[in-house]
């Protein structure tokens, strides 16, 4: 049998920063509630570019153990796009061909 949790309005809060919900968006986590922030912090996978999350059907790379974005996946000196190319790893960042020496 499932039991809803119940909680008095001002017992409603984030689990990590412990601040109300109110009226606002919340996200449950095995089954303890966050805010929208304290969620994307704790449990979202993040593009090491951008440092947005990486939502669902977003296209990424994983790279030099890390996550990009697809379109954040550029050589750190011209900034073109090597997704799908040969890239060069130096001090853990991706270079093209033409930089990477």
């Not at 190319?85 to 930089?99: L, V």
Request: aromatic letters at 16%; a positive charge.
């Amino acid at each position: 049998m499932h039991w809803a949790k119940k909680w008095h309005p001002e017992c409603f809060t984030c689990t990590h920063c412990r601040k109300p919900f109110g009226n606002s968006e919340f996200y449950l986590e095995d089954s303890f509630p966050y805010c929208e922030k304290d969620w994307n912090d704790l449990f979202t996978t993040k593009c090491v570019s951008c440092g947005y999350p990486i939502a669902a059907g977003d296209r990424w790379v994983e790279a030099l153990n890390q996550n990009y974005h697809s379109n954040c996946f550029r050589c750190t000196v011209c900034h073109n796009n090597l997704e799908g190319q040969s890239f060069f790893a130096k001090g853990g960042r991706p270079y093209c061909k033409a930089h990477a020496r």
